[in-house]
């Protein structure tokens, strides 16, 4: 790293490069006491040029018009004291840790052991969707630190799984929950303040069902888990234009900074605003692929659920059109798991199309007026063509 770029005054930056000293490395073994000593000695000063066989006019080596003398030197220009030093090599020190560049040899922080990861992803809770056998092949339900892509066709229940997490991640820890908080992003008009009400209400009736079967105290959490309680755990922001929905998400790391307990964040549906006025598509797939580097970067430094839910497009397969997730194939490598719903004969499904971590499988479920939940022989629906 250049003593151009040390974050210390232009004054003290000038003395440095004065001295010869033009990098971290140059100076980086030296005490503060020797730094300033050495920076002292390597002033091209009327002293240390004579010490070095030259005869020169006395003039000052920094201003060129006054003579030089020690007070005029140490007053005006040069000197840097212990205390400045001192300074200084501080300054360098957290630069250098910054900067993986200095010397060559720079120190690289943030490593994390695999066995440590293993036991962080243990230990961290999933976030359920009330459907036994869709957790199952979620390994428990919705992992954190992790983008999970849920997409089908409308009417499959995409935006009642995304109103379900958000309700179901504020579940409290006693009750093998988060106890977080929800950001839900609605770029569709989707969201219905109503159903999620009829979800919470239902989602408190299974908690004190369980809790009558784990001899839990229920009616202290009840106090907690009103359903009014649960509606302002619920931080609902409407975006009108994918500029607004690239905004929101650039300033989350800021929100939820000031909210730490937010544990999810759904985006319903990332794919609207993505479909429409884009002639350039090579633009778009830039934007799209800023927009989940961010959405991943909150994952992982938030240990937060992102769920994004898709809709689906046509693609020309094999000699046919198929039915298949939008955004194209340089979208899909943009999420950790995809999780595709689709109908088989009247049963909804889902179905494990992408994981590092789970084997591809289906499981069935139901959208009901409790919300999601397991499926039922007598749940049918009648398939609209």
Known sequence: MEVGRLPISAS?????????????????????????RAVWDWILTIDNLVKRGFTLVNRCCTCRYCEESVDHLLLHYLKISDNEAAEIMRVASHSHRLDGSAGGCGTVNGAQTAWDMLHEEEMFPRITTSCEDLNNILGGGINCKEVTEIGGVPGIGKTQLGIQLAINVQIPVDYGGLGGKAIYIDTEGSFMVERALQIAEACIEDMSECGGLLRKDFQACQLKMHPNNILENIF?????????????????????????????????????????????????TRLLSGMAL????????????????NQVTTKYIDGSFQLTLALGDSWS???????ILYWNGNERYAYIDKSPSLRSASAPYSVTSKGIRNSASNCKRIKMM
């Open 294 to 309: 961010k959405l991943m970067k909150l994952a992982k430094d938030f240990s937060l659920a992102v769920v994004l839910l």
């Open 236 to 284: 609902y922001f409407r975006v009108c234009s994918y500029t607004e929905q690239i905004a929101l998400i650039n300033c989350l790391d800021k929100f939820i900074s000031e909210h730490k307990d937010v544990k999810i964040v759904i985006v319903d549906s990332v794919t609207f605003h993505f479909r429409q006025d884009f002639d350039d598509m090579a633009l778009r």
């Open 333 to 339: 490598h943009s999420c950790t798991n995809r999780v």
């Open 12 to 36: 003290q930056r000038g003395k440095l490069i004065a001295a010869g000293y033009t990098t971290l490395s140059s100076f980086s073994s030296l005490s503060p006491s020797h730094l300033a």
